[in-house]
């Protein structure tokens, strides 16, 4: 059984809430990344997406300079990095998200998975192919 720590990207990036969308999107494109986790005193506090600045913000007129806080998906959804694939992808398809934050024991971040992570293992092509369909269905 393939655990999370196995394939998680283990360069996370995270933004305060008194961050502009702006340096998120920046930060997105630097990193090529398409979620952030948003900590506030050392705890996750939120995410905020690429999707999340597009919806959230530009389609309605919001500036630049707009805080991260004003738009970004509170609360978090999250898995520990001793987790199994399996997991992840039924975490991921019940809350219909492409990406998890990955903790550890100690509710540390420590990486990130998406749903792109499992179709690099040949053996999980399968199931990142169900999770999306999952993931995909409408609500």
Do not use: C
């Amino acid at each position: 059984m393939q655990k999370l720590k196995d394939l998680m990207s283990r360069d996370v990036q995270i933004i305060s809430p008194d961050g502009t969308i702006k340096e998120a999107a920046q930060q997105m494109r630097k990193g090529n990344f398409g979620m952030m986790p948003v900590g506030e005193n050392d705890r996750m506090i939120g995410t905020i997406s690429d999707r999340d600045i597009a919806i959230r913000a530009v389609a309605e007129g919001k500036d630049p300079s707009t805080k991260v806080r004003e738009i970004m998906s509170e609360g978090i959804v999250w898995a520990y990095e001793e987790d199994s694939v399996d997991d992840a992808v039924k975490l991921m398809s019940d809350h219909q998200i492409r990406r998890l934050p990955i903790v550890n024991a100690d509710k540390r971040l420590v990486g990130i998975v998406a749903l792109g992570d499992f179709a690099v293992e040949s053996a999980d092509i399968e199931i990142a192919g169900e999770a999306l369909s999952e993931i995909s269905k409408p609500t």
